[in-house]
């Protein structure tokens, strides 16, 4: 009974390749984000969206797709990866005020 | 505009000291705050929240209370403990979707 989840917990790719990390959440809440955490444990906020809406398109390469089949499931795809690109992804759901977070996902570009 | 600054660490700390981090912030109107915890290979987790001022927050010996006056939230706990090693998060929260962290401090404690 997982509230957020993400798959997969790592994911280990060669540079210019196209990868996909899905999240779910069984929490019933609306609005879900992707942040980006490097390795000096900095979170950077990159999409938000509400109700599969995008609400919150921060300064992100277009390289990076966020899709929104249903209010329960935000995904992150990923073209033409970059060594710049590994770091932790890490999924939250949003109630009134409290973020919850998935386990990340720890993307390692070769 | 909105943000968060607290302490840098790292900060070591022998088991059962007193522990302080400090957390200021910047926001127009009445966010709520947060401290998020990440322990080693995990995501955030919600150590304690607290929605308006004068507000203490507390969950597993640690507490934090919402000082409008001087715009910060310190996380504090009496006596700690080895397990309570991790990266601490401070947040800010607004009514609407964005949400503000802090840079994080990494707590070690040697036994």
């Known amino acids: 009974d997982t509230a957020v989840s993400q798959t997969p917990k790592y994911l280990v790719t060669q540079m210019g390749n196209d990868k996909s990390i899905k999240c779910e959440q069984n929490l019933g809440h609306d609005t879900m984000y992707w942040y980006k955490q490097d390795s000096k444990k900095f979170l950077k906020i990159m999409f938000s969206y509400n109700n599969k809406e995008l609400i919150i398109n921060e300064t992100v390469p277009n390289r990076f797709s966020p899709k929104s089949p249903d209010k329960a499931h935000l995904n992150l795809h990923i073209n033409s990866l970059e060594l710049g690109d590994s770091a932790v992804y890490f999924c939250a759901s949003r109630d009134t005020d409290t973020q919850y977070f998935g386990p990340g996902t720890r993307l390692t570009v070769l | 505009g909105n943000s968060v600054t607290q302490m840098e660490g790292p900060v070591t700390l022998s088991e059962e000291a007193f522990l302080t981090i400090n957390c200021t912030y910047t926001a127009t109107g009445y966010p709520s705050l947060f401290w998020y915890v990440q322990y080693p290979g995990e995501g955030l987790q919600l150590l304690l929240k607290?929605?308006?001022?004068?507000d203490k927050g507390s969950n597993k010996g640690f507490e934090a209370t919402y000082r409008k006056e001087t715009t910060s939230f310190h996380l504090e706990k009496g006596s700690v403990q080895v397990s309570d090693s991790a990266v601490y998060f401070c947040?800010?929260?607004?009514?609407?979707?964005?949400?503000?962290f802090g840079t994080g401090t990494s707590l070690t404690v040697i036994p």
């Open positions: 947040a800010l929260g607004r009514t609407g979707n964005q949400f503000y």
């Open positions: 607290a929605t308006k001022a004068d």
